[in-house]
């Protein structure tokens, strides 16, 4: 492995550990300066009703319109359960479904705390109604009708969903996806001052692993 390959391969390391999804990173110029755009986006207040770009399990994007701020939520996978503790929002998750993994890190408390509803490829649709959820969030592959159900069939039980960019495997990838689901997490539960905060963590432990890497490909 040369040094250029080692670097990226360190860029992409760092980048999983920001995120559970399953997807390809690229290290450019062009995404760093994009997400510290983002990080530095003006605090203010949501309006309600809110509509947010998600993704369907196809990758198509669509609009998802949230009332108002959840207060019973349901997660598909860690990353999504993870964003939302780190934004202080853990009391909102009702339930989240069978971790693929079992959890060692710093979350492996809050985890365990959160009911653990079901397996991916066997919960049913009434099965997660029966947590009375008024919004849905995680990776987009799970809403389809081989796991959760698609986007449609919740939103006509008057239940937006949420799924993270970071997870689209037909949408090109860069670090700006990590912060712009962090920030669009925030505005959807109207915790924009602590989305804020921790993008701007992620952007800096980015930051300190590019700059590393840099240096590792110069030399």
Partial sequence: MNKKTFGIALIAAAVLTLTACSSTYKNSTSSSSSAKETVKKTNSETQYPLTV?????KGTELDQVFKKAPEKV???NLSSTEILIELGLKDKIVG???PDNEVTDKYKEDIASIPHIGDKKTISQEAILAYGPDALIGRNMMFSDKSM???STW??????????????????QDLNNIIEDVKNIGDIFNVQDKADKYAGQLQKRIDAVKKKTSLLTKT
């Fill in 149 to 151: 159900g698609t986007i």
């Fill in 96 to 98: 989240m479904l069978n």
């Fill in 74 to 76: 349901i997660t598909n």
């Fill in 155 to 172: 939103n006509s039980n008057d239940i937006p969903v949420y799924t993270q960019k970071a997870s689209v495997s037909t949408t090109k």
């Fill in 53 to 57: 770009k998600t993704y369907d399990d």
